[in-house]
């Protein structure tokens, strides 16, 4: 039981509502029929961030199916979601096998990280299971995760000056600024407040030795290189 929403006030098996957010309508009615004869039920669609963020926020539905490459950015939309409708369960089931999208998305707040190609009867019988508290991950991720486990998710620069390792929030950062976000933008997308973000960006200029942000971002592009 989760919350009280795994049966229903008569005891029967509960039917979760699920908000399907996928910019591609074909594998979004593939997932609906799939689901659907599953025991599961479609709360909406979204075909880009903004309209995901929304319909979460609105209708506060069981589980969130979400795409990362979702047009409006789906990693932003994740993080957003996981603030707005914290007993959403959001996984992530994307054609992306990059593994920052992978790091990142847990970051944000999602629960499991599926990739597209599952099976409508695999699919639902792990959202069921991830629904009853067991994690979803497609096998071929683990190695990602893995990995990032065993370097503490730090990020090892090697400078003109010498190495320098980042924090997971500094490199985070970083990256952003490479995006060329505002200050405001960062801490909107994190979660956290402006003072929160120029902190972090002090650090991270301290590290790196930049006298300002275009000189870190610089650093960032030239080293930062995986």
Excluded: C, Q
């Excluded at 909406?44 to 047009?71: K, M, Q």
């Amino acid at each position: 039981m989760k919350d009280g929403r795994s049966t229903g006030g008569n005891g029967e098996h509960k039917h979760p509502a699920v908000l399907v957010a996928d910019d591609d309508v074909a594998h979004r009615r593939g997932v609906r029929e799939a689901l659907e004869a599953h025991g599961f039920v479609i709360a909406a669609e979204s075909a880009d961030a903004e309209a995901a963020i929304g319909a979460a926020t609105r209708l506060r539905p069981d589980i969130l199916l979400i795409e990362v490459d979702l047009p409006g950015d789906g990693l932003n939309a994740i993080g957003r979601i996981a603030r707005a409708s914290p007993k959403t369960l959001i996984v992530v089931l994307s054609r992306s096998e990059r593994s920052d999208d992978v790091v990142t998305a847990f970051m944000r707040g999602a629960s499991g990280y599926l990739l597209k190609g599952i099976s409508g009867e695999r699919l639902a019988s792990t959202l069921r299971a991830a629904y009853d508290g067991e994690p979803p991950l497609s096998r071929s991720l683990v190695p990602y995760l893995v990995d990032e486990i065993r370097r503490g998710s730090e990020r090892r620069l090697v400078l003109p000056n010498g190495p320098v390792t980042l924090t997971p929030r500094e490199w985070e950062v970083g990256e952003l600024l490479r995006e060329r976000h505002s200050t405001a933008e960062i801490a909107e997308r994190l979660g956290v407040s402006p003072v929160t973000v120029r902190r972090h960006v002090g650090l991270l200029l301290g590290k790196l030795g930049a006298e300002n942000r275009e000189a870190a971002v610089d650093l960032l592009r030239t080293y930062g290189r995986r």
